[in-house]
């Protein structure tokens, strides 16, 4: 399944609904921050992801998450390795453009290697998910199409307390002119961004791109 703001929430709730009734299902979902998996939800079928991330954490302390302990870069080979079985792939796509192709829109990770690894290939076409450069899916390459118009996912911000306040101090203090940085999304990456406004030309490696970076870009920081 598509994970974090392309997780394809109408699918996923189908999945949840009528998991029970057909018995001996497997999902994987990177990470997820829908609150749609709770214990009770997941029941019906076993879930697995790269970690306890997001909305996922909870499943962990009642045993209900299976973890694979990968980098993000390693789950499209192991997909397409089968390591990760991929019979359906479930995801989210804007709607088609002129050329009937449609955009994976929020995401670009692994979902294309699902997409060609899978046997059915559902997908949740979001008429409020934009059309972006990146990797395409075709209309002849979808099994079935649902049209559905609902917000996408979003990430909520990492909650900053006096703890993560004096760890992004810490590290700020490291990050000169000329600097690049690695970053992801949370609380202690968003307190740090959040400080160095008065920086020169950073450059920045990231895999997830939150608000703090986008305003860093903004600024002139990021160059």
Not at 70 to 85: L, Y
Not at 165 to 174: D, I, V
Request: charged residues 15%.
């Amino acid at each position: 399944m598509g994970q974090a703001c392309g997780e394809p929430t109408t699918l996923v709730e189908a999945l949840i609904e009528q998991s029970p009734g057909i018995g001996g299902l497997s999902a994987f979902i990177a990470t997820s921050f829908s609150g749609r998996f709770t214990p009770a939800a997941v029941s019906g079928f076993s879930l697995a992801s790269m970690g306890a991330i997001g909305a996922l954490r909870s499943l962990t302390k009642e045993h209900r998450l299976g973890v694979i302990p990968c980098h993000v870069s390693q789950i499209a080979p192991m997909i397409e390795a089968g390591t990760i079985g991929c019979d359906v792939a479930f995801v989210q796509v804007s709607p088609a453009d002129a050329n009937g192709d449609h955009s994976f829109g929020l995401i670009s990770d692994h979902v294309r290697a699902a997409v060609t690894k899978a046997r059915v290939v559902v997908a949740e076409v979001n008429e409020q998910v934009p059309f972006t450069h990146g990797e395409l899916l075709p209309a002849a390459e979808i099994d079935v199409a649902v049209q559905v118009s609902r917000l996408p996912v979003e990430v909520p911000p990492g909650r900053i307390g006096a703890t993560e306040e004096a760890m992004a101090r810490h590290a700020a203090a490291y990050v000169e002119d000329g600097s690049v940085i690695q970053t992801g999304v949370g609380a202690v990456p968003d307190a740090l961004l959040r400080l160095l406004h008065d920086r020169k030309d950073l450059g920045v490696h990231s895999g997830m791109l939150g608000d703090g970076l986008v305003e860093l870009v903004e600024a002139g920081v990021v160059t």
